[in-house]
């Protein structure tokens, strides 16, 4: 079955629209809504270079098409901003993506002004993007933003959310754990880690159907996994564990139902709660995860050399294990086979 290229669709249906807007104008709004498109396929194709020029003269289009008429095409041109912001971002050129999204979310701010209801999710949109430009250029900058996101997102899941509501919470709640983390603020970082475990276990509650659902699941997993991360951050590793461990028979269900889909995960986990148990001095506990650990990245790896960092770092972990458990010949052996793996290219 040939499936048509959106990029070079695209291309070809603006090229012949450029060509009878420059005679004319009734096509420009036409023309507009095209190369959104031809800007977004080439973002879903990782060509976000390429997408930059694109979403600028879908930008600068709109502004023409919003100073005569704004009532129709104000939001459109919040849209073209918001794609050109995160066309600069993806491109590497965070600094030049913070004012596009200023000016987004200052056309979204008033619409949402007018019309909250309608227009909140919109103004959560841009800002998280504009949290994601400042966090890579001043990380400071981007918390009052971030900030607003989960405020926004909170609000608007309340108390029983919808799977993509939950997930948007979700998401805003990991990037402003992350800007604290570049921060330093370990604390902060603690503060939202464990708001979002509760966040899921309420839904839990509220919603059982919600709990055999294998997205959800995951979501709840990870959730404790990295407020076990956060927890050893701030000093109380034993809490940490207690996390991880729970963490870990969701993630092996889920494994052991969709090997592609969550192995990686559960491998990762198993190497933490490894290395955990060593750093308590439960080395023998910890060590049945590590062996686990070094066999998912073994088997991960032998179709995807790109996990081979990861087996080298579980290889040490095992022999760390090994060594608290007192089997130092088997010890020497893992981590000589880990600097092999972490010296080969």
Not at 26 to 39: D, F, I, N, T
Not at 47 to 57: I, T
Not at 151 to 178: F, K, T, V
Request: glycine fraction near 8%; charge should be negative.
């Amino acid at each position: 079955m040939n499936v048509e290229d959106p990029v070079r669709s695209g291309l070809e249906a603006a090229a012949k629209l450029r060509e009878k807007a420059a005679s004319s104008p009734r096509h420009r709004p036409k023309l507009a809504l095209e190369l959104v498109g031809l800007s977004l396929a080439l973002l879903e194709k990782e060509r976000p270079a390429e997408a930059v020029p694109v979403a600028q003269e879908v930008v600068t289009l709109l502004r023409e098409l919003a100073q005569a008429k704004p009532a129709r095409y104000g939001l459109d041109l919040v849209g073209a901003l918001n794609v050109l912001g995160i066309a600069h971002t993806n491109a590497g050129h965070p600094a030049e993506a913070v004012p596009i999204a200023q000016e987004a979310v200052s056309r979204a701010r008033e619409s949402a002004h007018a019309k909250p209801a309608r227009h909140r999710s919109d103004l959560a949109c841009v800002l998280t993007n504009l949290g994601i430009a400042l966090a890579q250029v001043a990380p400071a900058e981007a918390v009052p933003a971030q900030r607003e996101v989960v405020a926004i997102r909170r609000e608007l899941a309340g108390g029983r959310p919808s799977r993509r509501q939950l997930l948007e919470l979700s998401e805003s709640m990991n990037d402003l754990a992350g800007t604290f983390a570049k921060l330093g603020q370990a604390a902060d970082v603690l503060e939202v880690r464990q708001e979002l475990v509760e966040v899921w276990r309420k839904r839990a509650r509220v919603g059982p159907a919600f709990r055999a659902d294998p997205g959800f699941r995951f979501g709840l997993a990870m959730a404790l996994y990295n407020l076990g991360l956060a927890l050893a951050e701030v000093g109380r590793p034993a809490d940490a564990l207690t996390a991880e461990q729970e963490a870990e028979p969701i993630l092996r269900a889920l494994a052991e139902d969709d090997p592609a889909g969550f192995l990686a995960d559960h491998a990762v986990v198993c190497a933490t709660l490894g290395a955990r148990q060593t750093q308590l001095g439960h080395a023998t506990s910890g060590l049945p995860f590590a062996q686990e650990a070094v066999g998912h990245f073994r088997r991960l790896f032998e179709t995807d050399p790109g996990y081979r960092p990861h087996l080298a770092d579980a290889l040490s972990v095992l022999g760390e294990a090994l060594e608290g458990a007192g089997r130092r010949q088997d010890a020497q052996s893992a981590k000589n086979e880990a600097g092999r793996y972490a010296d080969e290219p």
